[in-house]
């Protein structure tokens, strides 16, 4: 069993910001804020659950190319958003997820070390579910595909049948991080073939509770494990309306493809 190095986060205190519905260009802009401030020090480390106000494609910061298709296309009568995010990776479709992000720092330089340590949480909030997750294997041949879950990288998390369940990616400067990603619940094949042109099984989730208590369920879990893999004292507190409006301000339409 690999040995991970465990930083000193035990005498952090964290913040826990309670899920959050809201559009993907504000989910955008409220990482990369959160990301900002704890820069500077003026924020604490951060974990935080937030679902898309409709289906949204994001994509990766340094992805210059998309299908044009993609800005054409409605879901349950509203126009698919499309939005930048701060951190790289391929494409992503926000339909039938729960996105998950960590804002810390005084983590390894080495990345693939770092994300490591941040999925433990992941790892060990799935388990207590009944799922075992292991870390994809994929090359450097995924930067050609434009779906992000088409491949599962070092980065990733996968089931026991190599389907991938979250892909996740960073963001880092000044020895922080920003690492978020999206967890496959229950996505919509026909949305994906549209989006994608292709098919791809959704993740089997035979032992999670149906959907009105999916997602406190696994909130609640994966909440749980980051507690106790990180260790430290746990404040919850949503983000305020000054927080919000100085988000707003600062970004306006940051995040968005034009």
């Given at each position: 069993m690999m040995t991970i190095y465990k930083p000193n986060l035990q005498s952090k205190v964290w913040r826990l910001i309670p899920v959050l519905k809201a559009s993907g260009y504000l989910q955008m802009a409220i990482d990369h804020w959160l990301f900002q401030q704890h820069q500077q020090g003026k924020h604490p480390?951060?974990?935080r659950f937030y679902l898309w106000e409709t289906a949204t494609i994001s994509l990766g910061y340094h992805q210059k190319h998309w299908p044009e298709h993609w800005q054409q296309l409605t879901w349950q009568n509203q126009p698919l958003e499309l939005v930048k995010r701060p951190t790289g990776g391929r494409a992503v479709l926000h339909q039938g997820d729960l996105t998950y992000a960590v804002i810390t720092s005084e983590l390894p330089e080495n990345r693939r070390v770092a994300y490591q340590i941040l999925c433990q949480f992941l790892i060990a909030g799935w388990r207590s579910l009944g799922y075992e997750l292991q870390y994809g294997t994929a090359?450097?041949?995924?930067?050609?595909?434009?779906?992000?879950?088409?491949?599962?990288?070092?980065a990733d998390l996968v089931l026991s049948d190599g389907t991938k369940l979250i892909g996740s990616a960073q963001l880092r400067g000044n020895r922080t991080i920003l690492q978020h990603g999206s967890i496959r619940l229950t996505p919509d094949a026909e949305l994906f073939r549209q989006v994608f042109g292709l098919e791809m099984p959704a993740p089997i989730l035979t032992a999670l509770p149906p959907a009105e208590a999916l997602i406190p369920t696994v909130i609640g879990a994966l909440t749980a494990a980051a507690r106790s893999c990180f260790g430290g004292e746990w404040v919850i507190k949503p983000l305020s309306d000054t927080e919000l409006e100085t988000i707003v301000q600062q970004y306006s339409t940051h995040w968005q493809v034009s």
């Open positions: 480390p951060t974990l090359g450097r041949g995924y930067i050609h595909n434009p779906n992000c879950f088409a491949t599962a990288t070092a």
